[in-house]
Nanobody, 122 residues
Framework: VQLQASGGGSVEAGGSLRLSCAASGRTSNSGAMGWFRQAPGKEREFVASISATGASAYYADSVKGRFTLSRDNAKNTVILQMNSLKPEDTAVYYC????????????????WGKGTQVTVSS
């Protein structure tokens, strides 16, 4: 499975960005998909994840109420809508996929895309 992320960029605080992640290859066993992020000098952290069916989404406390993750299985794509962005959201965002139906743990993600930079200025 290959993951292609897009949609990063620079925005002022309070603005919005939309990240997309498209899966290709052997997607028949695709399970949960999600986003993690890593800021300079910090460890990679969980942002959001969505179950294989798209019925359930999970969010880090720091983004709840501001970010929304959705999934289109017909297109093998997940979309992370990020609103009310804060400078502390600045990081490289990574798309990930698991063969598990539900997963929020980075170490149990099986596939990773290249990161996309999100920069939020104050």
């Amino acid at each position: 499975v290959q993951l292609q992320a897009s949609g990063g960029g620079s925005v002022e605080a309070g603005g919005s960005l939309r990240l997309s992640c498209a899966a290709s290859g052997r997607t028949s066993n695709s399970g949960a998909m999600g986003w993690f992020r890593q800021a300079p000098g910090k460890e990679r952290e969980f942002v959001a994840s969505i179950s294989a069916t798209g019925a359930s989404a999970y969010y880090a406390d720091s983004v709840k109420g501001r970010f929304t993750l959705s999934r289109d299985n017909a297109k093998n794509t997940v979309i992370l809508q990020m609103n009310s962005l804060k400078p502390e959201d600045t990081a490289v965002y990574y798309c990930a996929a698991s063969t598990l139906p539900i997963n929020i743990v980075a170490s149990r993600m099986d596939y990773w895309g290249k990161g996309t930079q999100v920069t939020v200025s104050s």
